[in-house]
């Protein structure tokens, strides 16, 4: 297959609320590159923080420290493809007219962390659609160390959300769940959804998720929740009850809402685990004496471990209905500033996709 050349049409972020679908030049891949053909690709709350509060990790108003990259970055750092130029062959067994999955993230696997597998921690890291040209345009450039291969049973949509659901089970990894263990979970978004799904497909435990009453919850419940718990006045009381006088073996807060970190302290056993996920936008307050006096452990996480989570990610999304349960919309390009603004409005509940083959 010759080297696809010429224009295409990508969603190009210039500045706050200044995103731009515009006809910009197809990337020319490189050897250790894939060009893959975007099939279906995504957009979460970091591009939405972006979006409204940025630029905050965009390079636009100076060069990123690893990348060089500097000025309108092609966003979107959830895609899926076709292969479609692999212009020095491919490590790992790939070929053109392979469907892969991106992890997005490029480690460069010699500093300290990648020797010890942490790729996700490389000193210099760097994220397609982040810090680089990223998935939300018909043509992507890759490095081929990042992508993996669909399985045949996975439709497009599911995979379309591999890339969160690796940083979902990824945390899961990092909270040491384990079977028997009573899980106390707040936040049932995306971002709670693919905790959920990471903490059942890892361990049989008791998972208790935590939200505002409504659909989120029912969607726990039918995706591995052992029961849920609505915010309202009696929470603190509610789930008192439910850890009882031991407490929770794991307490994961995936909200990032101020004071939440506080009820996790209240909440979790002796020698038990606190992950943090969610971002609180100030320092938080904690009962620290307590905390020492219990030897709780408080682990966080970010991002995902590409070797570790994204085929794995991709098994769960091939065998349970997770993809059909968060992908709500697939749209084409044009929609991607007005997704962006339901996004950071709240108004998204689950994933919507973006299909750039689509013309309209
Ligand atoms: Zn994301
Ligand atoms: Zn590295």
Redesign the pocket.
């Known amino acids: 297959m010759p080297a696809v050349t010429g224009t295409m049409r990508a969603a190009v972020y210039h500045g706050r609320g200044d995103v731009r679908v515009e006809t910009v030049p197809v990337p020319i891949a490189v050897e250790g590159q894939a060009l893959v053909r975007v099939l279906r690709s995504g957009i ?4 939405a923080t972006e979006y409204k509060a940025g630029p905050i990790m965009f390079p636009i108003d100076r060069p990123h420290p690893h990348s060089g990259h500097h000025g309108p970055l092609i966003m979107g ?2 895609f899926v493809g076709e292969i479609v130029d692999l212009p020095g062959g491919s490590d790992s067994g790939l070929v053109i007219g392979d469907h892969v999955a991106s992890g997005a993230g490029v480690a460069c696997g010699e500093c300290l962390r990648c020797r010890q597998g942490r790729t996700n921690l490389c000193e210099h890291y760097v994220t397609h659609g982040l810090n680089i040209d990223g998935g939300l345009a018909e043509y992507v450039a890759v490095a081929t160390s990042t992508l993996v291969r669909i399985p045949a049973d996975c439709d497009l949509d599911a995979a379309g959300v591999a ?2 659901l690796a ?1 979902g089970l990824h945390a899961a990894r990092r909270s040491t769940v384990a079977d028997g263990d009573r899980v106390v979970l707040f936040g049932a978004g995306a971002i709670g959804t693919f905790i959920l799904a990471g903490l059942a497909s890892l361990a049989d435990a008791d998972i208790t998720v935590v939200d505002f009453a409504g659909e989120r919850l029912d969607r726990a419940l039918r995706l591995g929740a052992t029961r849920v718990v609505p915010v309202d006045d009696g929470l603190k009381d509610a789930l008192r009850e439910i850890v009882g006088p031991v407490g929770a073996d794991v307490v994961i807060e995936a909200t990032g809402a101020p004071g939440q970190l506080e009820l996790c302290v209240d909440l979790v056993r002796q020698g038990g685990t606190i992950l943090g996920v969610g971002l609180p936008s100030k320092p938080q307050e904690l009962d620290v004496h307590h905390l020492v006096l219990s030897e709780v452990t408080i682990a966080t996480t970010v991002a995902h471990v590409c070797g570790e989570d994204m085929a794995p990610s991709l098994e769960i999304l091939a065998r349970t209905n997770l993809g059909d349960e968060l992908v709500e919309a697939v749209f084409g390009l044009d929609e991607v500033p007005h997704q962006l603004t339901r996004l950071a409005a709240g108004e998204i509940r689950g994933k919507v996709l973006f299909d750039p083959t689509r013309t309209s």
């Open positions: 979460c709350g970091t591009d750092h959830e890339q969160p940083v």
